[in-house]
Nanobody, 123 residues
Framework: QVRLVESGGGLVQAGDSLRLSCADS????????MSWFRQAPGKERESVAT????????SYADAVKGRFTIFRDNARNTVYLRMNSLKPEDTAVYYC????????????????WGQGTQVTVSS
């Protein structure tokens, strides 16, 4: 069973960078498509970035293209989100998610969620 734990969030200034990590202690990590979502106060949860099982295929929300990079290390059962040029509007709780296919992830059929990590970007 997948158990996802995020880390790496914090308080930064606009223009700074952060790297979020999401580690799976369950051991079947490489079977899953992984995504990062975020939810800002008063807003719906939105998909930020998705990566397929072997890391070859990635996709991003328009708001983060060119600034965020998703990558994974299946040997370490970990997916990462590198966030550069952070903006105040990136402030949110960031969640990682696992699904058995990209189609399922896009449809919101997520098998596992992490507990979330707060990212706050000050202006």
């Amino acid at each position: 069973q997948v158990r996802l734990v995020e880390s790496g969030g914090g308080l930064v200034q606009a223009g700074d960078s952060l790297r979020l990590s999401c580690a799976d202690s369950g051991g079947t990590f490489s079977n899953y498509v992984m995504s990062w979502f975020r939810q800002a106060p008063g807003k719906e949860r939105e998909s930020v970035a998705t990566i397929n099982w072997n890391g070859i295929s990635t996709s991003y929300a328009d708001a983060v293209k060119g600034r965020f990079t998703i990558f994974r290390d299946n040997a370490r059962n970990t997916v990462y989100l590198r966030m550069n040029s952070l903006k105040p509007e990136d402030t949110a709780v960031y969640y990682c998610a696992a699904a058995l296919s990209t189609r399922a992830m896009v449809a919101g059929v997520v098998d596992y969620w992490g507990q979330g990590t707060q990212v706050t970007v000050s202006s």
